[in-house]
């Protein structure tokens, strides 16, 4: 199946990467401890830009920028600069952006997704480190502000700002792409996703082979789909309207699902870029080794291993590996139960539960599953009792052997099933003779009449077969 993109839709995306598991920010010993604390208490002369302070590189952070650039498929370089990106703006309190410029410290990167027409590689152009801005918080919409409020605690936190080549060709794939990069950054325990600001995303999109349109302050992934959505059909409709696109850059705004205008995109030479004049060069070459042993096996190689190791299916093992807790999850699993068994258990039945209740799986643990898999596997309940005892600890706590106890979900007998089926067919001759003209659904009524006999305690599958032996004789 080859993909057609009659739109000629292109996506690029630049994803900001909050390294927030460093203890300090980039270029000072503030800490990055800030997400709970009152405004502008975690700042410094350095990173409050007051003049004669002086930046001081975090090494730690330049471990986690090569770790990233290495878990990307990117070249490293051998020696990088930081550079000083002009430009004012009321978060950004020295009036300029210390940042890689030239020489990003990786590129020339990929990643493997899952695109429109199966396996997709999108290019990783550049992923180079920098210093956040402060954060302005608005009165109401950009658009139509009462008044900002400016909070400097984020200012200086270390970014690695990573830039794909447009080669997304639809909102879906760029919403895969962000999903694969979050599973890479979550395996290499370099941030935590789950904090406010820790991935934020500045969309590049246009349409007909036109003009790039940059779509910026986009904060969740859910968000980024939304937005690329409303602007591929703005563009289309401006052109069909007989209007050009303009390169500028788009405010999306995420309550009323609209990009706004906001300016028009600026170029390199806008930037006035110049080196850091109180930073040296610096080597990272050296470092690459060292750092390359501290690489955990990665979401793919994991997957990998799950189908070899497990003999696990390749829906199994992506559903599986995309988060590490669920992987890690998993192995301890499996290494007490069948794994083909907890597979089904955990990556179809268990992530769906918690994923309906927006929990992770955290809320469970590996001693109630495997209990649960015991007692299906023991033929001592259904696997409708099962689904129902997953539930039951979600919504209202308690432990699987109690709640089997206390609700009576111990499967009956087979005397009693095979009771159950004689009335259920004695007492429904219509649906009997209806299935013996040729009716199948007629079967799942006698099944369902089974069910309610033995209060849901039977196995449907056996019901079903004991009733089928039994029609035939």
């Known amino acids: 199946m080859v993909y057609e993109n009659p739109d000629g839709v292109k996506i690029g995306l630049e994803v900001h990467v909050q390294l927030n598991k460093l203890n300090t920010k980039l270029f000072c010993c503030c800490s990055t401890d800030y997400h709970d604390s009152e405004p502008n208490t975690h700042v410094c002369p350095v990173c409050l830009g007051l003049p004669g302070?002086?930046?001081?590189?975090?090494?730690?952070?330049?471990?986690?920028?090569?770790?990233?650039?290495?878990?990307?498929?990117?070249?490293?370089?051998?020696?990088t600069q930081f550079h000083r990106k002009n430009y004012?703006?009321?978060?950004?309190?020295?009036?300029?952006?210390?940042?890689?410029?030239?020489?990003?410290?990786?590129?020339?990167?990929?990643?493997?997704?899952?695109?429109?027409?199966?396996?997709?590689?999108?290019?990783?152009?550049?992923?180079?480190?920098?210093?956040?801005?402060?954060?302005?918080?608005?009165?109401?919409?950009?658009?139509?502000?009462?008044?900002?409020?400016?909070?400097?605690?984020?200012?200086?936190?270390?970014?690695?700002?990573?830039?794909?080549?447009?080669?997304?060709?639809?909102?879906?794939?760029?919403?895969?792409?962000?999903?694969?990069?979050?599973?890479?950054?979550?395996?290499?325990?370099?941030?935590?996703?789950?904090?406010?600001?820790?991935?934020?995303?500045?969309?590049?999109?246009?349409?007909?082979?036109?003009?790039?349109?940059?779509?910026?302050?986009?904060?969740?992934?859910?968000?980024?789909?939304?937005?690329?959505?409303?602007?591929?059909?703005?563009?289309?409709?401006h052109i069909r309207r007989g209007g050009e696109i303009t390169m500028e850059t788009r405010h999306f705004d995420e309550a009323r699902g609209v990009t706004i205008s906001m300016r028009t995109k600026e170029e390199e030479h806008d930037y006035r870029y110049f080196p850091e004049p109180d930073l040296v060069p610096l080597?990272?070459?050296?470092?690459?080794?060292?750092?390359?042993?501290?690489?955990?096996?990665?979401?793919?190689?994991?997957?990998?291993?799950?189908?070899?190791?497990?003999?696990?299916?390749d829906t199994h093992a992506r559903a599986l590996t995309t988060e590490i807790k669920v992987a890690e999850f998993y192995e301890e699993v499996a290494s007490k139960v069948d794994p083909k068994t907890a597979a089904v258990w955990v990556s179809d039945i268990l992530k769906g539960e918690l994923n309906y209740r927006d929990l992770t799986i955290d809320a469970f643990t590996v001693e109630d599953i495997v209990a649960i898999i015991e007692l299906i596997t023991g033929n001592k309940i259904t696997e409708q009792s099962g689904i129902e005892i997953i539930r039951t600890v979600l919504d209202h706590g308690g432990r699987p052997m109690d709640i089997v106890n206390?609700?009576?979900?111990?499967?009956?007998?087979?005397?009693?099933?095979?009771?159950?089926?004689?009335?259920?067919?004695?007492?429904?001759?219509?649906?009997?003779?209806d299935y013996l003209g040729g009716k199948e659904k007629s079967l799942n009524f006698l099944v369902g009449k089974v069910m309610q006999k033995t209060k849901g305690r039977a196995d449907a599958r056996e019901a079903r077969e004991k009733l089928i032996a039994k029609l035939k004789e």
């Open 88 to 237: 004012y703006y009321p978060d950004l309190p020295k009036g300029f952006q210390t940042t890689q410029y030239d020489y990003p410290i990786a590129g020339n990167g990929k990643i493997i997704i899952e695109g429109e027409d199966g396996e997709h590689l999108v290019g990783i152009t550049r992923a180079h480190m920098e210093e956040d801005p402060g954060r302005l918080q608005h009165i109401g919409s950009i658009d139509r502000s009462k008044g900002t409020l400016i909070n400097y605690n984020r200012s200086g936190m270390t970014l690695i700002e990573i830039v794909s080549e447009p080669d997304m060709r639809s909102p879906k794939e760029a919403r895969r792409y962000l999903d694969k990069l979050r599973s890479i950054l979550d395996y290499l325990d370099v941030f935590d996703g789950d904090l406010e600001g820790a991935m934020r995303v500045d969309a590049n999109v246009s349409v007909f082979g036109g003009e790039r349109v940059e779509v910026k302050n986009i904060s969740s992934f859910k968000g980024a789909e939304r937005a690329l959505l409303y602007e591929i059909m703005r563009q289309k409709n």
């Open 283 to 313: 080597r990272v070459a050296d470092r690459v080794p060292k750092v390359r042993e501290t690489l955990p096996e990665l979401p793919d190689a994991k997957k990998e291993r799950f189908m070899k190791e497990y003999g696990l299916a």
């Open 406 to 433: 206390e609700k009576g979900l111990l499967k009956v007998e087979d005397d009693i099933v095979a009771t159950a089926v004689e009335e259920a067919i004695n007492e429904n001759p219509e649906a009997v003779a």
């Open 53 to 79: 302070s002086l930046p001081v590189i975090n090494e730690k952070a330049v471990e986690f920028a090569i770790k990233i650039g290495l878990a990307l498929n990117c070249s490293i370089v051998e020696q």
